[in-house]
């Protein structure tokens, strides 16, 4: 039988699988708009996901990459940490780049910045509170390994 998993390991399975559908979706047409404008990075994409935040193929295979690392870290607490600040770190990079207009590689709308924003923001506020709940929680699987 399986131990529980951590929250912060139920997190960092649900950013994967969200990641996951997120590039998915931007490879699908009408899901994204002008899919007939879907370039390979920069600017030069005019394609829209949901009509609303700028996409690339490159930005799509990156959702694609983030999400099969965010269900491969979810094995364990320390890996799901690492995936969900580090990840957060990230994405608070873009959000700079993307304010700055430092990002040619990646086609960024003030929608893009924002979300940037709030999915650093968030993946790291996740990952340092649920990992520090769980460090200070007693561990219930103690018991489990001494039999």
Known sequence: MRAPSAPIQTLATFAGATFLLVGILGFIPGITSRYEDLAFAGHDSRAQLLGIFQVSILQNL?????????????????????????????????????????????????????????????????????????DQAPHQNDAAITT
């Open 62 to 134: 990156v959702h694609l990459l983030f999400g099969v690392a965010g269900l491969g870290t979810a094995r364990s607490w320390a890996a799901a940490r690492t995936f969900l600040v580090g990840g957060g770190a990230f994405y608070l990079a873009l959000w700079l780049l993307g304010l700055v207009n430092g990002g040619d590689w990646i086609p960024v709308n003030t929608a893009d910045n924002w979300l940037h924003f709030a999915l650093g923001s968030g993946m790291i506020g996740l990952g340092l509170v649920t990992a520090r709940a769980f």
